[in-house]
Each structure stands twice: as structure tokens, then as C-alpha cells.
């Protein structure tokens, strides 16, 4: 074998090897802070994170075997992978605490998962970790810390899964956005929204004929075209020099 054959060879093995790391991991700490009561272990990937605004997740019955015998999904984000072990594992954790949740049916987040209510805040805190006292107002409790009682179980982790995690997914640079997407909508009553990175958005509605504009500061969100479909109709996009291929839209 060539040497660009053997050093793609071992990069695909560097993959698995993070796979099977994090495999590991969940094992240990079900077994260390869950008391080996989760449901059981999920498919677990390495995924790149896409448009979600998180480090990763955990999804039920996302995965059926031949005979229809369904599993859940955990993904810790493959752009993530670069940061210490001890915040890789950390996020494991986050998201074996939504499947903790799942089990027992609390509903634990909102806003598509990204606010961690007071029902996460306490599952975290029987788990061993430290949550913040004041939820934020983005992600509410979702900044968890290692406690002492967790902080234990991670340095009782063999240390050959730590040193796993070798490889992480290339962040490519793109539009420069501060916290969430921002919010155009037009002038139909109710207005089509379109959310987007981008400040400088030139968009008109062909139903209204009006310009999608940012609405009032401090102003609470209107409420949205009920159908997807009918948005897709009424929008038309003007070029934009620079401009995304497209942006996202919710309803």
C-alpha cells in the first residue's frame, strides 16, 4: 500500500476509534451516574452539526434493525471534536440526560431543544453535574458543569477513550453571525417570516409587495403563515451580492 493509501487508512480507523471511544463513555457513566437505568445504549454518530445551533443531540427511534426493532440516536457534533476530552464527554453526558428524560416522558427542553428547562436542571443535578442557578435566556440551563460526584466518574474513565479523540471536522468560514438568526417579515397580516444570518437580506413578498424588514426592537414575535407551502409560494428572493444560497424559514 502507497503512503496516501496507509494515511487514509488510518484516518478511517481514527474515525471508528472515536465512535467506539464515545460507545465506551456512555457505557461508563450509565453506569456511574445513571445507575444503569437508561433504556439502553443508542445508536451513537459523530455528525457534522449542519444548521442545528448545538453540539449535539439525542433523538428517539431514529434507527430500526431488519426485524423492526427501533433505537434512538445520540450525536455529539463532528466540528466539536476539537475541543478538550473533558468537554466532548461533557457533552455525552448533556445528551444522555435528554434520553434520562425521554424514558421517564418529561418534556425537559422547548424552542426545538434549545431551551433546557428547570426539568433538565434537575435530572443534570441527580446525574452529579453542576447547572447554572439563573437560566439563560437563550438556552436556559444548558451550560451544565462537571460536580464533584460526576467529576469522580470521568477520572475513573479508562484513559485510552480520552485519548480517542484525535480528529474533528474543518469549521469553514461563512457569514459572521452573532447569536441567533435574525427575523424579516413582511407586511401580510399574518407576515411570512424568513430568518437568516445575514443583516442585509433584500427580499419582497409577491402578496403583499412589501420589503422584508426587521421588525421593532423589544417587539414579541408575530405570528407566521400557518402553511410551509404557501410560504415557499409567496416568497421571491432579489439577488443579493454575496448573499446565502438560501436561508432558513419557520413559520
Known sequence: MGETGEVTETRQLEEVVQEVALRAAWRHFDRQLFGSRL???????????????????YAADQ????RGNVRAEL???AEDLHEPPDRILLELVREMVHQQAHDRGMQDTSQQGRYHNRRFKALAEEAGLVAPERPDAQV???????????????????????????LARRRLAGPARKGKMLLFVCGCAPPYKIRTGRADLSALCVRCEQTFRRPPANAAEPRGA?????LAEAIQRRPVVGARSSEERDR
Do not use: H, M
Open 39 to 57: 433504556s439502553g445504549p443508542p445508536v451513537i454518530t459523530i455528525q457534522r452539526r449542519g444548521r442545528k445551533e448545538c453540539q449535539g443531540w
Open 63 to 66: 434507527w430500526a434493525d431488519a
Open 75 to 77: 450525536n455529539v457534533c
Open 140 to 166: 436556559g440551563y444548558a451550560e451544565i458543569q462537571w460536580g464533584p460526584r460526576s467529576r469522580r466518574a470521568l477520572d475513573s474513565l479508562d484513559p485510552g477513550i480520552k485519548e480517542a479523540f484525535v
Open 226 to 230: 400557518e402553511e410551509p407551502s404557501e
